[in-house]
């Protein structure tokens, strides 16, 4: 069970950095600068409930998010990209 957490968290630190890559790379040139937030969370499936939460100050007219969710018969997996504006 410890060899699956540290797992995880590479896993999960990983593909934080691939989604914070790939955004960035969508930026256009002549957008004004924001600042990216990932979270990605990673762990078992044991069908139980997983509830995620976050709080940030937030601008609703030029803020933004997306978010992803991953499941298969072993693990779970959500990842969120918070677009905040400078």
Known sequence: ???CVYR???LSNDM???IKDRVKDLQQQDEE???LVVHVM???DCDQMVCLSSRCLWNADEDS???A???NNSLFAV???FWLSS
């Open 1 to 3: 069970m410890l060899r």
């Open 8 to 10: 995880c968290s590479r």
């Open 16 to 18: 934080c950095s691939i």
């Open 33 to 35: 600068r924001c600042k």
């Open 42 to 44: 990673v762990g078992q």
């Open 65 to 67: 998010l997306a978010s």
């Open 69 to 71: 969710t991953y499941r």
């Open 79 to 81: 990842g969120v990209v």
